[in-house]
């Protein structure tokens, strides 16, 4: 199929996702025909504000205390039924200042059901319930004892809201930032070979790594006017169309056009599937608060950071004031995913899409940077194109690269340019001017998109030095000089626009979290002065127990009632948060030995082995708080390096080793991370259900696909 029909179905998959978006959803009674007991001036029907008409239909039921005067009092007893994992119910009224409560019926507990106040208009809440009472036989209780102002409360029954509307407006933006993206990213490629020579496994993270390079100018000029950065935004889009049709074929070489179209096809799987798993339960909550809630729960706020800068920047508000998220400045996180955001919003609003949801969906294909990034290293360490692919399929599967994906920190992102630099860096015999510049732009890149990548580079730093004295200080000067170049921006930013930009420096290396005026190195000083050597030491000491604690058992557990335990482990703890992966430890000795023949494998295992290792020892050394060192506050470079090492490990154990790696880990993404959370559950909708098997089965086809024998060489 030709570029231009790929184009055209993409267009009209938009139109039709973006419709259905906009079908009001079908409300239906949870329980029907549940009894209903009234007292006092509650009244069914009729008893609120006559404000915003009720809307819905028949046959779910409502009441209300108002019924005509906020002085009026009453109550209302639902039940008794069988509790899910949520209850959701429209509320209208002034909930907080009444009881609303489940009770159960066996013991009398209550459960205060926490509800926001509404007004004189309806709004539909979901609200988890606790585990222990899922499935239990429970009543609702509604009781207004007060009057005044505000004295009054509506509900409905218990409802289902049957609609798939979220999963198509994720859709329909999903689609919208695919085709734009994609643009991009050919026309990239297409320019990619007259810029740097690479590996043709290498050319789609460094295709990317020019996206994201436009998208770091594209918050530049946002930041100068809103018109400027709208006009830069669509010049560069239609430049993208142009090179494509003056080209034609992106890119041309045969290797790397297979390279290119492994990543494409992994790309468009992986992001459907996780969008489809994501919207498996209904939820009212907003894109960014879902993603923080679907496989854990309460995750920070962090996700819509970059999102909060880039509406202000859309907005041509100052970046000043007021501080987001409270006290978070803009000079605390950096811009690249907020660039990211602003190559595809201009044109997203013009279309009337939700920017929320656009700029989560355009985020997602940001973090998902790692899929070329694990591909280039896989190669790199031996493995055929087929099967990197894969065992990039069965990584997708894992809890790491599923929730650090859709949960959109850019911290995947960071760790997919760092490893970049590594690999051009460090794995050619002879490095090239070119290339090594190559690598210090995506140095540049990643600490522009997350500065925990710094623990990675400082592990670099001591072979940079020797290697500039065994005479390539030239070259290193060069690429010094253009991470300098890319990163001046950002740090006159946070020196003279809005300072200290120093918040999360201070955080991992101090310990100080709370805002406070004093300087990085005055506050080392001063919080180092507090503890004694032997403090000192038990933090260390207890950074690096963190690597290696973890129920281990759990990863053989497949109750629903530990799944936040085992999703707890895989968060926090680095080992454990390698699932079935770490079992090729046992592997590594025969591993070697099977590469022992070519010099160039042995030594690109032993460096992303050393680079890893010496990564984690830094971070550890360098983390002031006590048992501090998870998974979230380091340098993901390392965790995508030890899947990478693992991966390449088990490979060499056997063509099948992938496909039992993939069964085991496929058990526990069903048990473990394919289940409601606390937060959002329920029963699965039947839409996205279909849809997240049939993403999972094309997940599944790659793993296959790649344990067909290689074929035999032809003879000459």
């Not at 894969?390 to 994906?405: C, E, H, R």
Request: with cysteine; proline share 7%.
């Amino acid at each position: 199929m030709s570029l231009t029909r790929y184009l055209f179905l993409a267009v009209v998959l938009g139109v039709v996702f973006h419709f259905a978006s906009r079908v009001p959803p079908r409300l239906v009674p949870a329980h029907p025909e549940l009894t209903a007991r009234t007292e006092g001036e509650v009244k069914e029907g009729s008893g609120w504000y006559p404000g915003k008409p009720y809307v819905t239909t028949a046959p779910v039921r409502a009441w209300g205390s108002w019924a005509g005067s906020d002085d009026n009092t009453g109550s209302l007893v639902l039940g008794p039924f069988r509790i899910a994992s949520h209850l959701c119910i429209g509320v209208s009224g002034y909930p907080s200042l009444h009881e609303v409560y489940l009770e159960r019926v066996a013991t009398r507990e209550r459960y205060a059901v926490p509800l926001g106040n509404v007004g004189e208009k309806w709004e539909f809440q979901d609200r988890p319930v606790p585990l222990e009472w899922r499935g239990e036989l429970v009543t609702l209780h509604a009781i207004d004892k007060v009057g005044g102002p505000g004295g009054w409360i509506g509900l409905t029954e218990p409802i289902h809201r049957d609609t798939l509307a979220p999963l198509f407006t994720s859709l329909a933006t999903w689609v919208l930032n695919t085709v734009l993206l994609a643009l991009l990213w050919f026309a990239a490629a297409a320019l990619l070979p007259r810029l740097v020579d690479l590996p043709a496994p290498w050319q789609p993270l460094a295709a990317t790594a020019l996206v994201a390079f436009a998208a770091y100018l594209a918050f530049w000029a946002f930041f100068a006017h809103v018109l400027l950065g709208k006009v830069f935004t669509y010049a560069l889009l239609l430049g993208a169309i142009v090179v494509l049709i003056r080209i034609r074929k992106t890119p041309q070489a045969a290797e790397s056009s297979r390279a290119f179209r492994d990543i494409a096809r992994l790309g468009l799987v992986v992001s459907f599937f996780y969008l489809a798993l994501l919207h498996l339960f209904p939820s009212s909550l907003d894109f960014y608060s879902l993603a923080a809630n679907r496989f854990r729960h309460t995750l920070p706020s962090d996700n819509y950071l970059p999102y909060a800068n880039t509406t202000r920047l859309m907005a041509g508000e100052s970046m000043r004031d007021p501080p987001l998220g409270g006290s978070w400045l803009s000079s605390d996180r950096p811009p690249l995913q907020s660039g990211w955001q602003l190559l595809t919003l201009p044109v997203s609003s013009a279309l009337s899409l939700d920017p929320v949801v656009a700029s989560g969906t355009s985020s997602i294909w940001f973090q998902l940077a790692w899929i070329p990034a694990v591909y280039g290293l896989l190669h790199a360490l031996g493995l055929s194109a087929v099967r990197s692919v894969g065992w990039i399929a069965a990584l997708a599967f894992t809890g790491f690269f599923l929730q650090n994906s859709v949960f959109t920190w850019p911290k995947l992102s960071a760790a997919a340019f760092a490893c970049g630099a590594f690999a051009l860096w460090v794995f050619p015999r002879e490095r090239t001017l070119r290339s090594m510049l190559a690598g210090a732009a995506l140095a540049a890149l990643a600490w522009l998109s997350h500065g925990g990548v710094a623990f990675s580079f400082l592990a670099l730093f001591p072979w940079i030095l020797w290697r500039m004295a065994r005479g390539e200080w030239r070259p290193w000067l060069a690429a010094g000089v253009v991470f300098f170049v890319l990163a001046a921006p950002w740090i006159a930013y946070q020196r003279f626009y809005e300072p200290p930009g120093n918040r999360l420096l201070k955080w991992h290396l101090a310990g100080q979290m709370d805002v406070d005026p004093r300087g990085l190195g005055q506050t080392l000083r001063e919080n180092y002065a507090k503890l004694t050597w032997s403090e000192i030491l038990a933090n260390r000491r207890s950074n690096f127990e963190q690597q290696v604690i973890g129920d281990w058992r759990s990863l053989f557990d497949v109750s629903f009632r530990e799944i936040v335990t085992r999703r707890n482990a895989e968060f926090f703890h680095p080992a454990r948060a390698l699932a079935w992966w770490a079992f090729a430890l046992l592997l590594a000795p025969f591993a070697i030995w099977r590469i022992r023949s070519s010099d160039t494998l042995v030594r690109g295992h032993a460096s992303l082995l050393l680079w890893t290792v010496v990564t984690v020892i830094v971070w550890c050394l360098l983390m002031f708080l006590p048992a501090s060192a998870y998974v979230h506050q380091g340098s993901y470079a390392t965790m995508m390096g030890a899947f990478v090492l693992l991966s390449a490990w088990f490979d060499r154990a056997g063509r099948f080793a992938l496909l039992v790696v993939a069964l085991f880990q496929l058990a526990t993404f069903l048990t473990t991370w394919a289940p409601a959370s606390p937060i959002v559950g329920g029963d699965p909708q039947s839409l996205p259900f279909v849809l997240t098997i049939a993403g999972g089965a094309a997940l599944f086809a790659f793993i296959v696909a790649a344990l067909r024998p290689p074929p035999a060489p032809v003879p000459a």
